[in-house]
């Protein structure tokens, strides 16, 4: 079996830091990518949150692979100088966490706007912020992953690739099942971002939207993950939790079979790992 670097958004099993590097342990995880930890967002703490986090991390032998920021998740009309002046700030928190990478958007489009060229009017205006992200990070030494998500300008591969063609030095994080979501045919979208993608966020959906484990849903994944030629991996489940389940199942709390609801936040994360963990090890 080809050897990964498996991290994950361990705040998915709990919002606690030490709740974190427990589900992280128990699956063999290595590393985190940091979003939110002691209820505090990656993008609010500080340094000294930033140290502490990352001694406490180092003691359990986790690394911090990249920052699962929120800078680029604002209205692209909206004032950008307090979001870019809170981005420089994580830029700090980032280096003392020895995170390589941070994930980044590429903005919310104003509400009623559809079509290419309705986008592309403000695709001006996405590159010189997005490019200013980039050349702060760049004195940082740590490279910038746009992701594809819903709402923003790069939702779709074709909106993608316009973003990469103008900023090359802008990696990408490839997340199935966001494509999905926006109605985008998975393996269409990695043969045009396939050049660019850096690592990837492990979930998928149903053709609906509805996020289930990795190789439950439409998202091509194993073909994905047999094609990509990195070792970096981000385990995101985002599986429904439904906390009343433990009093309905004789097991209290049995994953459902369909790999899309479960009864407690660390039975979500762990059959999302051991999903995961299934197809490295077929490939």
């Known amino acids: 079996m080809r050897q990964y670097i498996l991290s994950a958004f361990a705040d998915e099993a709990g919002i606690d830091l030490n709740d ?25 703490i500080g340094a000294e949150k930033a140290a502490e986090i990352k001694e406490r991390l180092s003691a359990e032998g986790i690394s911090v692979l990249s920052i699962g920021s929120p800078f680029g998740k604002q209205d692209i009309l909206a004032d950008f100088k307090p979001h870019f002046d809170k981005f420089v700030r994580c ?37 010189d912020r997005l490019s200013a992200f980039a050349e702060a990070a760049a004195g940082y030494g740590i490279t910038l992953c746009h992701e594809n998500e819903k709402g923003i300008y790069g939702d779709i591969p074709d ?24 109605g985008a045919e998975t393996y269409r979208a990695w043969t045009m971002l396939k050049p660019y993608v850096e690592y990837m966020h492990i979930k998928d959906a149903r053709q609906d939207g509805t996020v289930v484990a990795a190789g439950y849903g439409v998202g091509n994944v194993r ?61």
């Open 20 to 44: 974190q590097i427990r589900a992280l342990k128990r699956n063999g995880f290595t590393h985190l990518e940091i979003r939110g930890v002691d209820g505090e967002s990656v993008g609010d």
């Open 159 to 182: 909106r993608c690739v316009k973003i990469h063609e103008a900023m090359p030095a802008l990696r990408a994080v490839f997340d199935p099942a966001n494509f999905i979501q926006c």
């Open 223 to 283: 073909r994905i993950i047999s094609e990509y030629e990195g070792s970096m991996l981000t385990l995101e489940p985002h599986l429904a939790v439904f906390e009343g389940l433990a009093k309905l199942e004789k097991d209290r709390g049995a994953a459902t079979v369909d790999g899309s609801v479960f009864g407690t936040k660390d039975e979500a994360f762990d059959f999302a790992a051991k999903t995961l963990k299934q197809i490295l090890a077929e490939l």
């Open 91 to 127: 830029l700090d928190s980032a280096k003392i966490l020895g995170a390589k990478y941070m994930r980044i958007f590429s903005f919310f489009m104003p509400r009623g706007v559809s079509g290419e060229n309705g986008y592309d009017q403000y695709l001006g205006e996405v590159i």
